[in-house]
């Protein structure tokens, strides 16, 4: 529930409505919002059901980490859960920058504590690189969002460029990250349930290339712009925006691809993919974290699973 909501909340909040007036009567952009903020409220809300359930699981004895990981990721989870559920309860306008400063930095500590709990030296080595790339996604976006904060303070002349550095790296990790997955979901291609899961994954992987492509036909050079704002991508050059229907098309692939699977840790994995590809790269409000930080920690329990198989 909370990977179809937020993929709602993507192509409602985040694409639809960014079309602006040109592209929508008022009453469209009105239906649109109401649909939208449904869409947004109950992604949150499921999300911290499900997050609740996953630091419960980390945070027994039966996840077999060691005390300190156990300890660390249920203080940063049952730190941030409790503090989204008030925002989103309480009007926006009570919402302050440094409270969401606050969850960012919360959220992106938990992400890491979780990716360094799921890797395991027996887990497979696709799925272990998959969250070695989202650990250098997320530490590369907080990163970079601190130089900026402090480089923007003491007027540092070189903090756009770092900045930059950091930014693109974890772009790049970030959309890495569902190739790395397709390995370990390993399609069994010969098999009729394969052959549909890739047949599917072909289809949803057009429906991406197309839908780029319908989608610069009608914002023409503001495609940068409302990409952007989508899913947060800036690194191709603005005349070369559209080639982002390739990584994205081979994400949105895996997803269906590992959703279709019968191993439920793969389907687990494409649930995941899910979450993560719906809130974008380097996600900035608490909805988006929060989905973020879900999809990270469905991701590190499958790595935990395939080494607990492999033991």
């Known amino acids: 529930m909370a990977g179809i909501a937020a993929l709602a ?93 606050l969850v960012a930095g919360i959220a992106h500590a938990l992400i890491v504590l979780l990716i360094l709990g799921g890797i395991h030296r027996r887990s497979t080595r696709p799925t272990s690189t998959a969250l070695v790339l989202m650990l250098v996604a997320a530490f590369s976006s907080i990163v970079s969002m601190i130089v900026n904060l402090v480089g923007e303070r003491v007027h540092w002349e070189h903090t756009e460029r770092l900045s930059n550095a950091f930014r693109w790296s974890g772009e790049l990790a970030y959309l890495a990250a569902p190739i790395a997955v397709g390995f370990a979901i390993a399609i069994p291609w010969r098999k ?27 914002v023409g050079q503001d495609l940068p712009d409302l990409l952007y704002g989508a899913v947060r991508l800036d690194f191709l ?14 994400g949105w692939a895996v997803t269906v691809a590992a959703m279709l699977s019968k191993d439920p840790v793969r389907r687990q994995m494409g649930a995941a993919l899910l979450l993560i590809l719906s809130a974008g790269y380097a996600p900035r409000t608490p909805s988006t974290l929060l989905v973020t930080v879900l999809g990270v920690a469905l991701l590190a329990r499958a790595g935990l699973a395939f080494a607990q198989r492999r033991s």
């Open 237 to 250: 050059p603005d005349d070369d925006f559209i080639l982002y229907a390739i990584p994205l098309g081979i």
């Open 9 to 101: 909340d993507l192509v409602i909040n985040r694409v639809l409505i960014l079309l602006g007036t040109e592209a929508w009567s008022h009453d469209a952009l009105a239906r649109l919002d109401s649909w939208g903020g449904f869409a947004r409220n109950l992604s949150v809300v499921s999300a911290l059901v499900a997050l609740s359930f996953c630091l419960w699981s980390f945070s027994s004895r039966k996840s077999a980490l060691p005390l300190s990981a156990r300890a660390g990721i249920a203080s940063f989870g049952w730190i941030l859960v409790p503090i989204v559920t008030l925002m989103t309860l309480l009007p926006r306008a009570w919402t302050r920058v440094e409270l969401v400063l």
């Open 192 to 218: 009729t349930s394969g052959k549909a899961a890739l047949v599917l994954s072909a289809l949803a992987a057009g429906s991406i290339g197309a839908g780029m492509v319908v989608w610069k036909h009608a």
